[in-house]
């Protein structure tokens, strides 16, 4: 053997290892990606949540007749009011908030990933949801 010169059985050792390597970290990644959107999808629904019930008890201490307009990027999900909770159903997660005042809609709410536009009008007891 010259110097410099690898064997033949080291060298197939060491492209098994290789793809051992490959085949180890890249199946548990395939299988995580699903729970990546899920996790990135709560989170921006969170966030989306967050913004809308900060809007909603600034709003609760204006006059009546005040109204505001909020935008908001939402992930594929269910909007539901119900009282003074909010909940957001998505796939793989379910976020839920209570405001200090009665919430009324124009109906459950479905998205997909887009923003919308969410006007806020408030009412003498209430604030009322128009999905946009």
């Given at each position: 053997?010259?110097?410099?010169?690898?064997?033949?059985?080291?060298?197939?050792?060491?492209?098994?290892?290789?793809?051992?390597?490959?085949?180890?970290?890249?199946i548990?990644?395939?299988?995580?990606?699903?729970?990546?959107?899920?996790?990135?999808?709560?989170?921006?629904?969170?966030?989306?949540?967050?913004?809308?019930?900060?809007?909603i008890?600034?709003?609760?201490?204006?006059?009546?007749?005040?109204?505001?307009?909020?935008?908001?990027?939402?992930?594929?999900?269910?909007?539901?009011?119900?009282?003074?909770?909010?909940?957001?159903?998505?796939n793989?997660?379910?976020?839920?908030?209570?405001?200090?005042?009665?919430?009324?809609?124009?109906?459950?709410?479905?998205?997909?990933?887009?923003?919308?536009?969410?006007?806020?009008?408030?009412?003498?007891?209430?604030?009322?949801?128009?999905?946009?």
């Open positions: 053997m010259k110097k410099g010169q690898i064997s033949l059985e080291f060298s197939i050792l060491f492209l098994a290892l290789l793809v051992a390597i490959i085949v180890s970290t890249m548990p990644g395939m299988y995580g990606y699903k729970k990546t959107i899920e996790t990135s999808s709560a989170s921006i629904g969170h966030a989306a949540l967050s913004s809308l019930k900060t809007n008890d600034m709003l609760s201490v204006a006059d009546e007749g005040s109204k505001k307009v909020v935008f908001i990027k939402s992930p594929p999900a269910r909007w539901e009011i119900n009282g003074r909770d909010i909940t957001l159903k998505g793989g997660y379910n976020i839920s908030t209570t405001c200090n005042i009665d919430l009324t809609s124009n109906g459950n709410y479905s998205t997909n990933m887009s923003g919308i536009t969410i006007i806020l009008t408030r009412n003498e007891n209430d604030i009322f949801i128009n999905w946009t």
